[in-house]
């Protein structure tokens, strides 16, 4: 029942989206104290509320992880509410369509022949790539320059970042985000070695491919089946399936139960099916 969790604070960016919103039911149940962090209220307060319904603690709040003065308020009210956090989940993040070339691959003609249906990296805005690298990176910075310093000396203290399969292998037409998830697990090792003085164990889970919100037009066509982007997915997946949330939850809880993780720290865990194994040979 990991008793030791129980009466910890637990702050989760990105806390209203498919897999953060699992994180914070599972945190709950064993008696972690949420804060469900999102740019939508009403989205934040649904998750909250499953979580009260289902007998937890849990609040809800609208804020912007690339924006400073939205997180400190939002560390304030956390703090008003619960207090400081012991555990940290940096999952707000994504990709730009803007920041998405059209195919895998430049040839001779897309720069001979410019059309408005053939999107090249050299057309992508300095602005999109910018809100990528912001929102997936500059946004777990900031928010850890939030709410660690309170998280000093604490019991259990401990940071997770998410990370991506885009860390290891970048991926075909979203140069932006794979560079961005690369930062983040490589912020992941910086900071665990800076704050190990400190107490604060920082690691990450690297997902490999789920279907959420966000990518489901890449993975699904209008009537429901799969993509030829999804078809190549799975082919290099051993386990030839997509995650589920659940498949998430074993890592999440081992990273943030020092009783069986804390000499565990700056690592990244794929959670991948194989993914990042298989070599297509």
Same mark, same amino acid.
């Given at each position: 029942?990991?008793?030791?969790?129980?009466?910890?604070?637990?702050?989760?960016?990105?806390?209203?989206?498919?897999?953060?919103?699992?994180?914070?039911?599972?945190?709950?149940?064993?008696?972690?104290?949420?804060?469900?962090?999102?740019?939508?209220?009403?989205?934040?307060?649904?998750? #909250?509320?499953?979580?009260?319904?289902?007998?937890?603690?849990?609040?809800?709040?609208?804020? $912007?992880?690339?924006?400073?003065?939205?997180?400190?308020?939002?560390?304030?009210?956390?703090?008003?509410?619960?207090?400081?956090?012991?555990?940290?989940?940096?999952?707000?993040?994504?990709?730009?369509?803007?920041?998405?070339?059209?195919?895998?691959?430049?040839?001779?003609?897309?720069?001979?022949?410019?059309?408005?249906?053939?999107?090249?990296?050299?057309?992508?805005? /300095?602005?999109?790539?910018?809100?990528?690298?912001?929102?997936?990176?500059?946004?777990?910075?900031? +928010?850890?320059?939030?709410?660690?310093?309170?998280?000093?000396?604490?019991?259990?203290?401990?940071?997770?970042?998410?990370?991506?399969? $885009?860390?290891?292998?970048?991926?075909?037409?979203?140069?932006?985000?794979?560079?961005?998830? /690369? /930062?983040?697990?490589?912020?992941?090792?910086?900071?665990?070695?800076?704050?190990?003085?400190?107490?604060?164990?920082?690691? #990450?889970?690297?997902?490999?491919?789920?279907? +959420?919100?966000?990518?489901?037009?890449?993975?699904?066509?209008?009537?429901?089946?799969?993509?030829?982007?999804?078809?190549?997915?799975? $082919?290099?997946?051993?386990?030839?399936?997509?995650?589920?949330?659940?498949?998430?939850?074993?890592?999440?809880?081992?990273?943030?139960?020092?009783?069986?993780?804390?000499?565990?720290?700056?690592?990244?865990?794929?959670?991948?099916?194989?993914?990042?194994?298989?070599?297509?040979?």
């Amino acid at each position: 029942m990991r008793e030791n969790l129980k009466g910890r604070v637990a702050v989760i960016t990105g806390g209203s989206g498919v897999l953060c919103s699992r994180f914070a039911k599972e945190l709950a149940k064993v008696g972690v104290k949420v804060a469900i962090l999102g740019l939508v209220q009403e989205e934040c307060d649904q998750v #909250a509320q499953e979580i009260k319904n289902d007998g937890g603690e849990a609040i809800g709040i609208a804020c $912007n992880v690339m924006d400073k003065a939205s997180m400190e308020a939002a560390e304030a009210k956390v703090s008003e509410v619960y207090g400081p956090c012991n555990i940290l989940i940096n999952g707000a993040g994504g990709n730009s369509p803007r920041g998405t070339t059209t195919k895998e691959v430049l040839s001779f003609d897309d720069l001979k022949n410019k059309s408005a249906g053939n999107y090249t990296f050299f057309d992508i805005p /300095a602005k999109d790539l910018e809100s990528v690298f912001s929102l997936n990176c500059t946004g777990t910075m900031l +928010t850890t320059q939030i709410f660690a310093p309170k998280m000093v000396g604490r019991e259990g203290a401990v940071i997770l970042n998410i990370s991506s399969m $885009n860390a290891y292998r970048p991926l075909t037409k979203i140069p932006a985000y794979s560079a961005a998830k /690369a /930062a983040v697990s490589n912020f992941t090792q910086w900071l665990a070695v800076y704050l190990a003085d400190v107490g604060i164990r920082v690691n #990450a889970i690297a997902p490999g491919f789920f279907e +959420t919100a966000q990518n489901a037009k890449l993975l699904r066509n209008p009537d429901g089946s799969l993509t030829e982007r999804s078809h190549k997915i799975l $082919n290099h997946t051993p386990m030839k399936r997509f995650g589920k949330p659940e498949d998430l939850i074993g890592t999440l809880m081992y990273l943030c139960d020092e009783q069986e993780s804390g000499f565990v720290t700056g690592v990244v865990i794929p959670v991948d099916g194989g993914f990042s194994a298989y070599s297509g040979v």
